[in-house]
């Protein structure tokens, strides 16, 4: 009955959306209101019908209907309702009906949202309908993929009594009840943007207020990811029991690639919407954004890459990859065709502004970007060529991102500080003294403590030096209206914010990304690790602390057995923590799956890995990692998502913008949309 | 187009700084492969690959296995389905489930004196269910800790 009614609401939403997506292309060519209407209606009935398919799968998996083929495949009686509940997306064929679900979300809210901008007598801007079909096209897609080669609605004969349950990593932490659904909302999102780019294209005009809205329905999915990367990082740091956080893996890879290309964009969307300049650039990165994704899509979900990740070899490969040719060749041809369109109005005045520090910033970002694809897609290339099975080590990712990221956490300060179109010497001289000052103080105040790695040591120069920066560009403002109007420090520091949250926002992005640069540098480098076998009552000394082994024991759970061992860490015999590593068996997987046990604190981690024990309970043996600052890093993911939430957050009604430019260059064709952000 | 002195110079500039740059991508991958092999193809690549990165997958010879706790030297042969094996040594206690006839996958060097020197030990993580095999006992080690404790 599940599968019955799940495969029918996928099957229909399929053809709704095929018929929304020609709807809204006709709307946008014909110029008429009402199959633009049509297809907005097809949009949230897409949504509605999504939505069925996805509450009959969880209906499904939770009272184990195991005649439907993804319940067999991933259910189990023994696994708790939690587990049971997020095991939705722990195979191939349900992260792809999480990814229709989230797309159909923002499907229904560009349609809802552009509705405003339709009303009757109006008429109709083609661009809107455009994009609106660009999703669903988008939609079918995936949509496809869920009705036939990847279908988790299949009917099972003979129906099994039991399943294996979830992916044993997946059942390891709660964590993924959250990390992927993040993930996929801000992956997934990225297509909105792409939709606008190219109805945009489509129109055959950029209107003047595309750059803020675009930049709007980017930010959305943006923090999305950023959260979404920082939280799969703690996953891997809480879960895996390696110490680490970040490996260069392909599925993180494929991960961050978007996030960079998303970022470079973000920024060079605001030199569109300022001077008119970067138009061809920017819709490039916006389309690279979503081929990455796809193609992230591809690498991890066929199975041409080895990774943690990865699922099944599955036959959805040849798919994506039409699917991302399709994409590819169209944007090409769109951009090519368009071209006009999107000639440059302004010019570079000045090396020393604010748009050069953008023009630096986006090279350093699409640097990077091209670092981490040539890496992760370096194994099939070399694969192709010489019939070789490689992969791109650690060192190599790392040796090529650390220079790309210096630069990037030193320009996180000084873009901000330098102004439009051109800069003087006096004022940078006068903005930059201080932090030049206090940077080289705490840099020689670090090398005094014995800091002697240069890159970490570099590192924090530069952190404190661009954190200088931003806090002149919210002291001064604040400084200015506490002296004119006589508020209080924290009301001026509150209404300068929050007269400009699009610009504070952002500052306080950066803010995040430099507290998060300091806890992996230090992370990576000053981590300490030891490893012993220890008898019980045994004590062994890592750095400053003490690990006690007290015991070890066994638990029996309904989903899993484990072993735990027991531990006191201590400083100076002031008991610390008590910590229980264990090993965990799960009946889906035949090695036992470890769960570290971990103090943390934002001076430093201790963290522990139950290795190996002996049957009799009286030796373990033991990991000790020390990672100082590493919890910066999830502070510096909190930071930027705050930041980002509050550039987002809508101004209070129509309060004055302090924007001291007005807009400069106005795009050559008139626009028609009475649109407004 | 017009092509002033600015703009050629900036052309000029970008191109040196694409190829810079294009040089220091191509070598570090070229430095930084680490490539996958079976000790069928490792023996066969013989002296050409000692002192390379290799992710060496295989079987863990049954009764091939010595561990000194002292020197906690970790020895054993790695073997695939053609019969050809290759003697690891790593460092470091083995991990609780490695024992004869499991898969591992060892990342190291292979050396001149005929063994290959493993940095990182992992036994091979499968997301898939399968049965287990006759003679895998998976849990045993927990069953016996389990049984004891409540004795």
Wanted: hydrophobic content about 50%.
């Amino acid at each position: 009955m599940n599968g019955v009614v799940g495969h029918a609401a996928t099957l229909s939403a399929l053809l709704l959306a095929a018929f929304g997506a020609v709807a809204a292309y006709l709307g946008g060519l014909r110029r008429d209101a009402r199959y633009v209407t049509a297809a907005q209606r097809a949009g949230v009935g897409v949504f509605a019908l999504v939505a069925l398919a996805f509450a009959t799968m969880e209906r499904a998996l939770i009272t184990h209907d195991f005649s439907v083929s993804y319940v067999a495949q991933v259910g189990s009686r023994a696994t708790p309702l939690f587990y049971t509940v997020i095991s939705l997306w722990s195979a191939l064929e349900g992260s792809i009906l999480l990814w229709a679900l989230i797309l159909s979300v923002y499907t229904a809210l560009l349609a809802l949202w552009s509705r405003r901008h339709n009303a009757p007598g109006a008429g109709v801007d083609p661009y809107l309908p455009y994009a609106l079909g660009t999703l669903l096209c988008v939609n079918i897609f995936f949509l496809l993929l869920i009705s036939w080669p990847a279908n988790p609605f299949r009917p099972m004969s003979p129906i099994p009594p039991d399943g294996p349950g979830p992916n044993a990593l997946l059942q390891n932490s709660p964590f993924m009840g959250v990390h992927p659904p993040l993930l996929y909302t801000g992956y997934v999102g990225m297509s909105v943007p792409f939709a606008l780019a190219t109805g945009a294209l489509l129109a055959g005009r950029l209107n003047p207020d595309w750059p803020k809205l675009i930049r709007r329905w980017t930010l959305v999915p943006w923090t999305f990811l950023s959260l979404g990367i920082v939280a799969g990082a703690w996953w891997s740091y809480e879960v895996l029991g390696w110490g680490g956080y970040w490996a260069w893996d392909p599925v993180e890879n494929a991960s961050f690639m978007p996030w960079l290309t998303a970022t470079a964009f973000l920024h060079s969307v605001m030199v569109q919407e300022r001077r008119g300049m970067l138009k061809t650039w920017t819709i490039t990165l916006i389309v690279s954004t979503f081929l990455l994704t796809v193609l992230g899509t591809f690498l991890t979900r066929s199975g041409v890459l080895a990774s943690v990740h990865a699922f099944t070899q599955s036959p959805i490969g040849p798919f994506f990859l039409t699917f991302l040719g399709l994409v590819l060749l169209g944007s090409l041809t769109l951009l090519a065709w368009r071209s006009d369109a999107l000639s440059s109005e302004g010019r570079f005045d000045a090396a020393l502004s604010r748009e050069s520090a953008f023009m630096v910033n986006n090279l350093l970002f699409a640097a990077f970007a091209f670092v981490v694809l040539l890496g992760t897609m370096f194994p099939l290339i070399a694969e192709a060529a010489r019939g070789v099975k490689v992969s791109v080590g650690g060192p190599y990712f790392n040796q090529m991102s650390v220079p790309v990221a210096l630069m990037l956490v030193f320009l996180a300060g000084v873009g901000p500080a330098l102004p439009w179109r051109k800069g003087s010497l006096e004022l940078i001289r006068g903005k930059f003294r201080w932090p030049t000052i206090v940077a080289l103080a705490v840099g020689a105040a670090l090398a005094a403590a014995g800091v002697r790695a240069p890159l970490a040591w570099l590192t924090f120069v530069l952190a404190v030096f661009s954190a200088g920066l931003l806090v002149i560009e919210f002291a001064g403002p604040t400084s200015a209206r506490h002296r004119t109007t006589g508020e209080s420090w924290v009301v001026a520091l509150w209404r300068v914010c929050a007269s400009n949250r699009r610009r504070y926002g952002g500052y306080v992005v950066h803010a995040g990304i430099l507290v998060l640069a300091v806890g992996v540098a230090s992370s990576a480098t000053f981590r300490r690790e030891r490893e012993w076998t220890l008898t019980r009552g045994a004590v062994e000394q890592l750095g400053r602390y003490q690990v006690r082994l007290d015991s070890v024991w066994a638990v029996h759970e309904p989903n899993r057995d484990g072993v735990i061992a027991a531990t006191t860490v201590s400083v100076g015999g002031r008991v610390l923590a008590r910590l229980n590593p264990r090993l965990n068996y799960y009946k889906s997987a035949m090695e036992p799956i470890g769960t570290p046990a971990v103090r943390e604190s934002l001076r430093e981690d201790v963290y522990l890995v139950l290795l190996a024990y002996t049957a009799d309970g009286t030796h373990a043996t033991i990991k000790a990692i020390a990672s100082p600052l590493v919890a910066w890093i999830w502070l510096g993911g909190g930071i930027v998502g705050l930041g980002a939430l509050f550039a987002l957050w809508p101004s209070a009604g129509g309060a004055p913008r302090r924007d001291p430019m007005p807009e400069l260059g106005r795009p050559r064709s008139r626009p028609v949309s009475e649109a407004r952000v | 187009m017009i092509w002033n002195a600015r703009r050629v110079s900036v052309a000029i500039g970008g191109g040196v700084v694409a190829l810079v740059f294009a040089y220091l991508v191509w070598g570090g991958i070229g430095n930084n492969l680490v490539y996958f092999l079976t000790p069928t193809e490792l023996l066969a690549k013989g002296s050409s690959v000692y002192g390379t990165s290799v992710r060496l997958g295989g079987i863990v010879q049954e009764g091939s296995i010595r561990w000194d706790a002292d020197t906690r030297e970790l020895r054993f042969r790695l073997g695939d389905e053609n019969d050809h094996t290759v003697e690891v040594l790593s460092t470091g206690v083995p991990p609780q489930m490695f024992n004869g006839g499991i898969g591992a996958v060892v990342e190291g060097v292979w050396t001149p004196n005929g063994v290959f020197q493993c940095h990182n030990l992992m036994v091979k993580h499968s997301n898939e269910y399968r049965a287990p095999m006759p003679g895998t006992k998976p849990a045993e080690y927990y069953r016996q800790l389990f049984r004891k404790q409540q004795s």
